[in-house]
Protein backbone atom coordinates (compact mmCIF):
# COMPACT_ATOMS: atom_id res chain seq x y z
CA UNK A 1 0.00 0.00 0.00
CA UNK A 2 1.08 3.81 -0.19
CA UNK A 3 3.48 4.79 2.46
CA UNK A 4 4.36 8.52 3.48
CA UNK A 5 7.88 8.76 5.05
CA UNK A 6 8.67 11.57 7.52
CA UNK A 7 12.42 12.05 8.66
CA UNK A 8 13.80 12.69 11.13
CA UNK A 9 11.39 11.35 13.74
CA UNK A 10 12.52 13.36 16.82
CA UNK A 11 14.97 16.10 16.99
CA UNK A 12 16.33 17.88 19.99
CA UNK A 13 17.86 21.52 18.98
CA UNK A 14 18.87 24.44 20.84
CA UNK A 15 16.33 27.94 20.41
CA UNK A 16 17.43 29.42 17.30
CA UNK A 17 18.21 27.11 15.34
CA UNK A 18 16.53 26.01 11.90
CA UNK A 19 15.24 22.20 11.49
CA UNK A 20 14.17 20.97 7.92
CA UNK A 21 11.35 18.63 8.03
CA UNK A 22 11.21 15.82 5.07
CA UNK A 23 8.10 14.37 4.01
CA UNK A 24 8.43 12.01 1.08
CA UNK A 25 5.42 9.52 -0.87
CA UNK A 26 7.19 6.37 -1.50
CA UNK A 27 5.44 4.62 -3.75
CA UNK A 28 2.64 7.18 -5.54
CA UNK A 29 3.02 10.91 -6.38
CA UNK A 30 1.52 13.71 -4.08
CA UNK A 31 0.96 16.72 -5.75
CA UNK A 32 -0.38 17.84 -2.78
CA UNK A 33 1.07 17.23 0.95
CA UNK A 34 -0.43 18.56 4.26
CA UNK A 35 1.50 19.80 7.32
CA UNK A 36 -0.15 19.43 10.83
CA UNK A 37 1.00 19.98 14.26
CA UNK A 38 0.02 18.37 17.09
CA UNK A 39 0.14 19.19 20.87
CA UNK A 40 -0.09 16.45 23.92
CA UNK A 41 -3.44 14.98 24.01
CA UNK A 42 -4.71 17.45 21.33
CA UNK A 43 -6.37 17.27 17.84
CA UNK A 44 -3.89 17.57 14.50
CA UNK A 45 -4.16 21.58 13.64
CA UNK A 46 -3.59 21.80 9.47
CA UNK A 47 -1.01 24.48 9.28
CA UNK A 48 -0.44 24.71 5.35
CA UNK A 49 -1.18 22.91 2.08
CA UNK A 50 2.22 21.83 0.03
CA UNK A 51 1.53 22.43 -3.52
CA UNK A 52 3.94 20.95 -5.84
CA UNK A 53 5.43 23.56 -8.16
CA UNK A 54 3.84 26.50 -6.34
CA UNK A 55 3.60 28.26 -3.16
CA UNK A 56 1.71 26.85 -0.30
CA UNK A 57 -1.26 27.48 1.38
CA UNK A 58 -1.20 28.73 4.84
CA UNK A 59 -3.73 28.48 7.15
CA UNK A 60 -5.18 31.20 9.61
CA UNK A 61 -3.01 31.90 12.33
CA UNK A 62 0.12 30.09 10.89
CA UNK A 63 3.26 32.41 9.71
CA UNK A 64 4.69 31.73 6.43
CA UNK A 65 8.09 33.00 7.31
CA UNK A 66 8.29 31.17 10.43
CA UNK A 67 7.11 27.87 8.60
CA UNK A 68 9.14 27.69 5.70
CA UNK A 69 7.43 24.60 3.01
CA UNK A 70 9.27 23.53 -0.02
CA UNK A 71 7.38 21.07 -2.29
CA UNK A 72 9.86 20.80 -5.17
CA UNK A 73 8.93 16.86 -6.29
CA UNK A 74 6.05 14.71 -6.78
CA UNK A 75 7.46 12.86 -3.67
CA UNK A 76 8.95 15.47 -1.56
CA UNK A 77 8.14 18.11 0.52
CA UNK A 78 10.17 19.69 3.05
CA UNK A 79 8.92 22.05 6.15
CA UNK A 80 11.57 24.34 7.96
CA UNK A 81 10.92 25.73 11.54
CA UNK A 82 13.27 28.83 11.13
CA UNK A 83 14.57 30.26 14.27
CA UNK A 84 12.85 28.06 16.15
CA UNK A 85 11.94 28.64 19.68
CA UNK A 86 10.82 26.33 22.89
CA UNK A 87 7.18 27.35 21.87
CA UNK A 88 7.74 25.87 18.68
CA UNK A 89 8.30 22.38 20.44
CA UNK A 90 5.21 19.94 19.31
CA UNK A 91 4.79 16.93 17.13
CA UNK A 92 4.28 17.75 13.72
CA UNK A 93 2.86 15.13 10.88
CA UNK A 94 2.82 15.46 7.36
CA UNK A 95 0.16 13.27 5.33
CA UNK A 96 -0.08 12.97 1.25
CA UNK A 97 -2.94 11.45 -0.76
CA UNK A 98 -2.79 10.03 -4.36
CA UNK A 99 -6.08 11.92 -6.01
CA UNK A 100 -8.58 14.09 -4.86
CA UNK A 101 -10.97 12.20 -2.21
CA UNK A 102 -8.51 9.65 -1.32
CA UNK A 103 -7.63 8.67 1.86
CA UNK A 104 -4.60 10.70 3.40
CA UNK A 105 -1.75 8.71 4.67
CA UNK A 106 0.00 9.99 6.85
CA UNK A 107 4.14 10.27 8.00
CA UNK A 108 5.03 8.91 11.38
CA UNK A 109 5.73 12.64 12.61
CA UNK A 110 8.43 14.24 13.46
CA UNK A 111 9.00 14.90 17.21
CA UNK A 112 10.73 18.75 17.78
CA UNK A 113 12.00 19.52 20.95
CA UNK A 114 13.35 23.02 21.22
CA UNK A 115 15.57 23.97 24.51
CA UNK B 1 -12.92 27.52 7.18
CA UNK B 2 -14.46 24.05 8.21
CA UNK B 3 -15.04 23.86 11.75
CA UNK B 4 -15.13 20.34 12.78
CA UNK B 5 -16.48 19.27 16.35
CA UNK B 6 -16.26 15.98 18.12
CA UNK B 7 -17.95 14.67 21.01
CA UNK B 8 -17.47 12.95 23.48
CA UNK B 9 -14.05 13.89 24.23
CA UNK B 10 -13.57 10.66 26.71
CA UNK B 11 -15.33 7.52 26.51
CA UNK B 12 -14.94 4.30 28.95
CA UNK B 13 -17.11 1.26 27.52
CA UNK B 14 -16.95 -2.64 29.29
CA UNK B 15 -15.45 -5.08 26.89
CA UNK B 16 -17.90 -6.08 24.25
CA UNK B 17 -20.44 -2.90 24.80
CA UNK B 18 -20.65 -0.56 21.79
CA UNK B 19 -19.48 3.04 21.30
CA UNK B 20 -20.35 5.89 19.96
CA UNK B 21 -18.60 9.26 18.51
CA UNK B 22 -20.02 12.12 16.54
CA UNK B 23 -18.99 14.60 14.74
CA UNK B 24 -20.17 17.79 13.18
CA UNK B 25 -18.85 20.17 10.24
CA UNK B 26 -20.18 23.31 9.40
CA UNK B 27 -19.15 23.66 5.42
CA UNK B 28 -22.13 21.97 3.22
CA UNK B 29 -19.22 21.75 0.70
CA UNK B 30 -17.46 18.78 2.52
CA UNK B 31 -18.20 15.94 0.92
CA UNK B 32 -15.42 13.61 2.30
CA UNK B 33 -15.06 11.95 5.83
CA UNK B 34 -12.33 9.65 6.97
CA UNK B 35 -11.75 8.57 10.90
CA UNK B 36 -8.48 7.72 12.14
CA UNK B 37 -7.27 6.02 14.82
CA UNK B 38 -3.78 7.43 16.56
CA UNK B 39 -2.37 5.10 19.51
CA UNK B 40 -0.07 7.10 21.57
CA UNK B 41 3.14 8.47 19.85
CA UNK B 42 2.08 7.17 16.31
CA UNK B 43 0.41 8.34 13.34
CA UNK B 44 -3.14 8.34 12.74
CA UNK B 45 -4.28 5.20 10.97
CA UNK B 46 -7.42 5.44 8.56
CA UNK B 47 -10.11 3.52 9.91
CA UNK B 48 -13.11 3.98 7.91
CA UNK B 49 -14.23 7.09 5.54
CA UNK B 50 -17.55 7.79 3.53
CA UNK B 51 -18.07 10.13 0.92
CA UNK B 52 -21.21 12.29 0.48
CA UNK B 53 -23.17 10.03 -1.70
CA UNK B 54 -23.47 6.85 0.83
CA UNK B 55 -25.80 7.35 4.12
CA UNK B 56 -23.57 4.40 6.13
CA UNK B 57 -20.97 2.25 5.60
CA UNK B 58 -20.08 -0.67 7.52
CA UNK B 59 -16.90 -2.69 7.86
CA UNK B 60 -16.74 -5.45 10.17
CA UNK B 61 -17.31 -4.10 13.77
CA UNK B 62 -16.64 -0.46 12.30
CA UNK B 63 -19.44 1.51 10.61
CA UNK B 64 -20.13 4.95 9.77
CA UNK B 65 -23.06 7.30 9.13
CA UNK B 66 -23.93 10.24 7.28
CA UNK B 67 -26.57 12.96 7.89
CA UNK B 68 -26.07 15.81 5.09
CA UNK B 69 -28.99 17.64 6.47
CA UNK B 70 -27.64 18.05 9.59
CA UNK B 71 -24.08 17.89 9.04
CA UNK B 72 -23.19 15.76 10.89
CA UNK B 73 -21.77 11.58 11.17
CA UNK B 74 -20.81 9.31 13.41
CA UNK B 75 -18.53 6.33 13.92
CA UNK B 76 -20.41 3.29 15.87
CA UNK B 77 -17.95 0.55 16.77
CA UNK B 78 -19.44 -2.68 18.08
CA UNK B 79 -18.23 -5.47 20.53
CA UNK B 80 -15.55 -3.59 21.45
CA UNK B 81 -12.23 -5.24 22.36
CA UNK B 82 -9.17 -3.65 24.56
CA UNK B 83 -7.11 -3.24 21.26
CA UNK B 84 -9.95 -0.30 20.24
CA UNK B 85 -8.57 1.64 22.73
CA UNK B 86 -6.49 4.78 21.58
CA UNK B 87 -7.55 8.54 20.04
CA UNK B 88 -9.56 8.45 17.15
CA UNK B 89 -10.24 11.75 15.28
CA UNK B 90 -13.02 12.71 12.55
CA UNK B 91 -12.46 14.82 9.60
CA UNK B 92 -14.04 16.42 7.01
CA UNK B 93 -12.60 17.52 3.72
CA UNK B 94 -13.84 19.13 0.52
CA UNK B 95 -12.65 17.17 -2.29
CA UNK B 96 -9.23 16.10 -0.21
CA UNK B 97 -8.23 19.82 -0.13
CA UNK B 98 -7.28 20.52 2.71
CA UNK B 99 -8.61 18.17 6.03
CA UNK B 100 -9.83 19.75 9.04
CA UNK B 101 -9.56 17.22 12.28
CA UNK B 102 -12.68 16.75 15.06
CA UNK B 103 -11.01 17.35 18.55
CA UNK B 104 -10.15 13.47 19.11
CA UNK B 105 -11.66 11.12 21.72
CA UNK B 106 -9.95 8.92 23.81
CA UNK B 107 -11.56 5.95 23.81
CA UNK B 108 -10.81 3.04 26.41
CA UNK B 109 -12.04 -0.42 26.81
CA UNK B 110 -12.02 -1.92 29.81
CA UNK B 111 -11.45 -5.69 30.41
Known amino acids: GAVVSQHPSWVICKSGTSVKIECRSLDFQATTMFWYRQFPKQSLMLMAT?????????EQGVEKDKFLINHASLTLSTLTVTSAHPEDSSFYIC???????????FGDGTRLSIL | GENVEQHPSTLSVQEGDSAVIKCTYS??????FPWYKQELGKRPQLIID?????GEKKDQRIAVTLNKTAKHFSLHITETQPEDSAVYFCAASINGNQFYFGTGTSLTVIP
Open chain 2, 27 to 32: DSASNY
Open chain 1, 50 to 58: SNEGSKATY
Open chain 1, 95 to 105: SAGGTANQPQH
Open chain 2, 50 to 54: IRSNV
